[in-house]
């Protein structure tokens, strides 16, 4: 009598089947074929646009929560380690856990042992008990001790807040499940806040009209300056509107045919006051006299001069604005004859929280729905600060380009009276 569990066979007139018998010794148990169980290992072109999307939202959170938990774990060491080191050393972690945190601050414990064992600890800096704590676990060290973190931190209730927030995409990325746009949103959010709060530096070069994000600070420089890129201006203005880009600016030059970003959707007072508070301006129009104009119109399919009358327009209103200024010089107009090849407004060029929004012109597109690059500043900061970092030529990044580009034709283009 055998001791094995015999599984019964399958459908009868399969391949090796006859007459309902199997051609195995006793106490086996046979295996169903693939064509038997009927399962579809194959992935479709919906299901794995599907998987990609889950995997591009994953990583940005994990990056998000990979700062945030290696941030917090450094504040929590800076502030408790002296209170508790000097007495009860290495184990300083588990004396700070107390009996209420015997459980998690153990089970910390023995995953490091097993990590030693295995040769897993492979930077001997990981090799300490704070390196194990998960973020639940170092927040519940800061919230215990409230009273040593108080003198560094106004609002306890804000770090709780964040670190709340923060759990459920925590939860949803720890187990691969689907991780939607809203959480993600909520957890850039949440995280960008709470390493504000912590002091990480995160956003230093950042003027605050297009805050530097983690993602772009750990993988900007495999792209050269580009931080974002906009099928056309419509989804450019909902996440960076005019009033963001040109508000605040001590520099704004712009090129371009009509300039219409600038012209049509920031007012002339709103410019009057940028002026007067000390914003050096520098415009450059296409000449809507030249016959470049007169080829754009053919092309995207205008009437004959309307192109030209629009240009004139936004022309004639610039020149009121400027003339309002107590300082007229500080607002320049020029135009330019050349064919046009882009239109770009570099803001606060000269410093290294500058931006740039620069368009392409497509030979059928109108301006208003042509791609958009959005460009950061500061690139020879950049480069100094990746010099000798594995795959970093040492070029400066896009923003400078077009910053050169836009001085050659303001050399050689002529002043608007």
């Not at 119109?297 to 022309?315: A, P």
């Not at 690139?379 to 001085?407: I, P, W």
Request: proline fraction near 5%; charged fraction near 30%; glycine fraction near 10%.
């Amino acid at each position: 009598m055998s001791g094995g569990l015999e599984l019964p066979p399958g459908d009868e007139g399969h391949e090796g089947h006859e007459g309902g018998s199997v051609d195995a010794p006793p106490g086996a148990v046979s295996l169903a074929r693939p064509l038997e169980i009927g399962a579809e290992l194959d992935w479709g072109a919906d299901a794995w646009t599907e998987v990609r999307t889950r995997a591009r939202r994953a990583g940005r959170a994990y990056i998000w929560l990979n700062l945030v938990e290696q941030r917090l774990r450094a504040v929590v060491a800076a502030v408790l380690r002296p209170v508790y080191e000097p007495v009860h050393g290495d184990e300083w972690v588990i004396a700070a856990a107390g009996p209420a945190g015997q459980e998690w601050v153990q089970r910390a414990v023995a995953v490091r042992e097993v990590s030693r064992r295995k040769g897993y600890l492979l930077d001997p800096a990981d090799d300490n008990i704070v390196s194990f704590l998960t973020l639940p676990q170092l927040r519940e060290l800061m919230v215990q001790h409230w009273p040593c973190f108080e003198p560094y931190f106004d609002d306890r209730r804000e770090v709780e807040l964040a670190l709340d927030e923060l759990e459920v995409a925590r939860n949803i990325v720890s187990r691969n499940r689907a991780l939607s746009e809203t959480v993600l949103a909520q957890a850039e959010r949440a995280s960008a806040r709470l390493l504000d709060i912590l002091g990480s530096g995160i956003g230093t070069r950042s003027s605050g009209r297009l805050p530097i994000d983690a993602v772009e600070d750990l993988v900007g420089d495999r792209y050269a300056d580009v931080v974002g890129v906009h099928a056309d201006r419509v989804r450019l203005q909902r996440q960076l509107p005019a009033e963001d880009l040109f508000g605040g600016a001590r520099r704004l030059d712009a090129v371009g045919i009509g300039l219409n970003l600038l012209v049509q959707n920031y007012s002339g007072r709103r410019l009057v006051r940028l002026a007067e508070s000390g914003c050096r301006i520098r415009l450059l129009f296409l000449n809507p006299a030249s016959s470049a104009v007169r080829r754009r119109e053919r092309e995207i399919g205008l009437k004959k001069g309307e192109m030209s009358r629009s240009i004139e327009m936004n022309i004639l209103h610039m020149r009121r604005v400027r003339a309002r200024l107590r300082d007229p010089g500080a607002f320049e107009i020029q135009v330019f004859d050349e064919t046009p090849r882009f239109t770009a407004y570099l803001v606060d060029g000269d410093g290294p929280d500058g931006l740039a929004v620069v368009q392409t012109y497509l030979r059928r597109s109108r301006g208003m729905e042509s791609p958009v690059l959005v460009l950061r500043g500061g690139g020879r900061e950049v480069v100094r600060q990746t010099a000798g970092r594995e795959g970093s030529d040492g070029e400066a990044g896009l923003f400078e380009t077009y910053r050169e580009e836009f001085e050659s034709e303001w050399a050689d283009s002529r002043p608007v009276s």
